[in-house]
């Protein structure tokens, strides 16, 4: 499997172009790949080392998506419940490289959408991503 940057491009780019996407990441090294390569795919991006800044910094209307470590200084699953108790009804990423099938499950029922584990390469996050902020189809 290739993985640059010019794989992870969704057939139906003009669907999710300037998608604003919210990162919360404590690794500065992936933060900032991150923020890199989304911004290089066509997202708008916010990124934060932690999640009670990002949450006390940005309106969560103006959000598409969530990308969230799961552990930081603040956790990644307060992050999802206070975004849920908020109304936040838009996808949410969990990235981490500490999680077990049960955690999976749990996570899910609080309120994610989908797990990446860690590492993971650009081409498997823009699939992702674009799964996630990809319309539903109506009958």
Do not use: C, W
């Amino acid at each position: 499997m290739a993985d640059t940057i010019f794989d992870a491009l969704p057939a139906n780019l003009e669907k999710v172009v300037m998608a604003h996407i919210l990162i919360m990441e404590d690794d500065d090294l992936l933060r900032n790949t991150l923020v890199r390569s989304l911004i290089y795919l066509g997202y708008q991006v916010s990124a934060y080392d932690d999640a009670e800044p990002a949450l006390q910094s940005v309106d969560p209307t103006t959000i598409d998506l969530v990308v969230t470590d799961l552990r930081m200084p603040t956790r990644g699953s307060e992050a999802i419940r206070t975004l849920r108790e908020k109304g936040f009804t838009k996808p949410i990423l969990i990235i981490s490289g500490y999680v077990v099938p049960r955690d999976i499950a749990h996570l899910k029922a609080m309120g994610a959408n989908d797990v990446l584990l860690k590492p993971f390469g650009v081409s498997e996050l823009g699939e992702v991503l674009h799964r996630l902020l990809e319309p539903a189809e109506t009958p």
